[in-house]
């Protein structure tokens, strides 16, 4: 049977395993923790609360750790109960809290009065072989969610509201695109209904009055814990020669390895504009390398060709829009503006690391 979609739509599979951010010159060791060094908050040496929204997850956890090593005092949700102790043990206060719920996630917020929030609120853990269907409830986090969470910002004085998006998103076409490219919002079935969550999520961030609203647009995370590193879905279905090249597989995915998305998001907790960045490494990728690349790293068999009407009916449209129409997106926005710097600039590099 052909691979079809389970916890990998941003190669995020919520597991056990803690990605650290990474060492850099604005992140140190304090006392076991990591620590950021610069930022305004930073500077103006006052105790500052953050609240993260869905602090569990692959990009949640190293997060929290940062920002606690940091010296903020963080707050952190997790929708299930046994996400509690995972808080405790990086530092931070667990709550408990349903991001479709506007009274609960009213009184939680209230109760931790956070000076900035992070909303990486999803719920991509949970497999499923409809693609549709495994993105519902996250689509609704992104609009619903995020219109609850705005008004809780509001109502408990947040300043700064940092959120997470997706970069993978732009109108068919060829050339490298930026945040400013025209999203594929009439894409197909799951697809438009996916870009369109996003999109409206970002405009009613970006649209929030008395708050600075930034969105970070993940490429596809790969690293510990996700779905590219070890024991991973897509990992899984690359060794048993189930993941297939669509078309000629000229598709150029975003790639990010999971420590630099923690490391840029925490950095964004004090530093940027308002606005959209790109967090992607420096080299796109054609499903036609990246693809064969992996699988010779494993030791896998080559990877098959098949035709984007074969992968339309087999796997879904999302086969082919990502494995034959996806366009290259630039990271120069957030390297210029959030100081981006990423540990891996290569998938090539990161994939190496990982399964080399």
């Known amino acids: 049977m052909p691979w079809r979609p389970s916890a990998c739509h941003q190669g995020v599979h919520q597991c056990p395993a803690r990605a650290r951010v990474r060492a850099r010159e604005d992140i140190v060791e304090v ?67 349903d991001g479709l719920d506007e009274v609960d996630v009213g009184r939680v917020v209230a109760k931790a009065k956070p000076d900035v929030i992070v909303n990486l609120m999803t719920a991509l853990s949970a497999p499923s072989h409809d693609y549709g269907t495994w993105l519902a409830v996250t689509n609704r986090l992104r609009s ?42 009439d894409g197909p079935g799951p697809i438009g209904n996916h870009i369109r969550a996003n999109i409206a999520a970002e405009n009613l961030l970006l649209e929030a009055a008395g708050i600075e609203g930034v969105v970070l647009r993940y490429g596809f995370l790969y690293g510990e814990g996700t779905a590219i590193g070890p024991g991973g879905d897509i990992v899984a279905a690359v060794v048993a020669g189930d993941m297939p090249i669509v078309g000629d597989g000229a598709g150029r995915y975003p790639f990010v390895h999971v420590r630099d998305a923690a490391t840029i998001t925490a950095q964004a907790v004090d530093r940027g504009d308002s606005g959209v ?43 082919v829009y990502y494995g034959s129409h996806l366009r290259a997106a630039s990271n120069a926005k957030a390297k210029s503006e959030l100081g981006f710097n990423p540990e891996y600039p290569s998938w090539r590099d990161g994939f190496h690391k990982l399964f080399g």
Do not use: C, K
């Open 144 to 185: 619903e969610g995020t219109r609850i969470l705005i008004r809780a910002a509001r109502n408990a004085g947040s300043r700064r509201l940092v959120a997470q998006s997706a970069s993978f998103m732009t109108q068919p076409g060829s050339g490298l695109t930026d945040e400013s490219a025209p999203p594929y919002l």
């Open 31 to 97: 006392n076991g923790r990591l620590a950021l060094t610069s930022g305004r908050l930073r500077q103006e040496g006052t105790i500052v609360r953050v609240f993260v929204a869905g602090g569990t997850g692959v990009i949640g956890r190293p997060l929290v750790e940062a920002l606690v090593g940091h010296g903020y005092e963080v707050t952190a949700s997790s929708r299930r109960r046994e996400g509690l102790p995972v808080v405790e043990q990086l530092g931070a206060r667990p709550v408990l809290m």
């Open 277 to 319: 960045y790109n967090v992607v490494d420096d080299e796109p990728a054609p499903q036609a390398e990246w693809l064969p690349y992996l699988a010779r790293l494993l030791d896998a068999p080559p990877p098959r060709h098949i035709s984007e009407e074969e992968a339309e009916t087999q796997i879904g449209v999302q086969a």
